[in-house]
């Protein structure tokens, strides 16, 4: 019987964010994330419509965010080193936390 064969992949110049052996996005990935979201939208209407009325501005104002937030995000995090964004969100993350502690005092 011969040995077994390492299953380990060699990683060395692929990102770590996609799970894509090319280490970029297919052209597909976003068209069809977006679709899966858009295909949420009428559960939510159907579930709670009439809640959703009466904050519809917050809606819109946060559906604008999110686009914009996506384009200048995504050319952010093409700059950043896996390590800065794991560093810059421990730091986010421990901000958060102390934020949460001094206002339950």
């Given at each position: 019987m011969q040995g077994r064969r390492d299953a380990r992949v060699?990683?060395?110049?692929r990102s770590h964010r996609?799970?894509?052996?090319?280490?970029?996005?297919?052209?597909?990935?976003?068209?069809?994330?977006?679709?899966v979201d858009?295909?949420?939208i009428p559960v939510y209407v159907?579930?709670?419509?009439?809640d959703l009325i009466s904050i519809w501005?917050?809606?819109?104002?946060?559906?604008?965010?999110?686009?914009?937030?996506?384009?200048?995000?995504?050319?952010?995090?093409?700059r950043l080193s896996q390590e800065t964004f794991a560093k810059t969100v421990g730091i986010i993350l421990i901000g958060i936390g102390?934020?949460?502690?001094?206002?339950?005092?």
């Open positions: 060699p990683t060395e110049g996609s799970p894509n052996p090319t280490g970029k996005d297919e052209a597909g990935d976003r068209p069809i994330a977006l679709m858009v295909a949420r159907a579930v709670q419509g009439r501005y917050l809606i819109v104002v946060g559906g604008v965010g999110v686009v914009i937030g996506t384009l200048f995000g995504t050319r952010i995090l093409e102390v934020l949460v502690l001094v206002q339950v005092r």
